[in-house]
Nanobody, 115 residues
Framework: VQLQASGGGLVQAGGSLRLSCAASGRTFSRSTAGWFRQAPGKDREFLARIGWSEISTYYVDSVKGRFTISRDNAKNTIYLQMNNLKPEDTAIYYC?????????WGQGTLVTVSS
């Protein structure tokens, strides 16, 4: 499977960005999708996941209420709407697919939040 993430960029604190991740080569609609990020000098951090049904979602506390994960199974695409961005959200953001575990990863898209 190939995952192509896009939508990163430079934004001021309090601003918004929408990340997209297009998938190909796999039964996308049967996979759980997730977003992760890795800040400079830190480990990769799980942020959110969404089940195949588009209904079941889960968020870590640090992004709950600010980020929204969604998917369009007809377009084989995952989204991450990020609102009220903070400087500490600066990182490379990765999308992933999997069933019992995430085993397919995108190349990452850089998000920089200025104060």
């Amino acid at each position: 499977v190939q995952l192509q993430a896009s939508g990163g960029g430079l934004v001021q604190a309090g601003g918004s960005l929408r990340l997209s991740c297009a998938a190909s080569g796999r039964t996308f609609s049967r996979s759980t999708a997730g977003w992760f990020r890795q800040a400079p000098g830190k480990d990769r951090e799980f942020l959110a996941r969404i089940g195949w049904s588009e209904i079941s979602t889960y968020y870590v506390d640090s992004v709950k209420g600010r980020f929204t994960i969604s998917r369009d199974n007809a377009k084989n695409t995952i989204y991450l709407q990020m609102n009220n961005l903070k400087p500490e959200d600066t990182a490379i953001y990765y999308c992933a697919l999997g069933s019992s575990k995430f085993d397919s990863w995108g190349q990452g898209t850089l998000v920089t939040v200025s104060s």
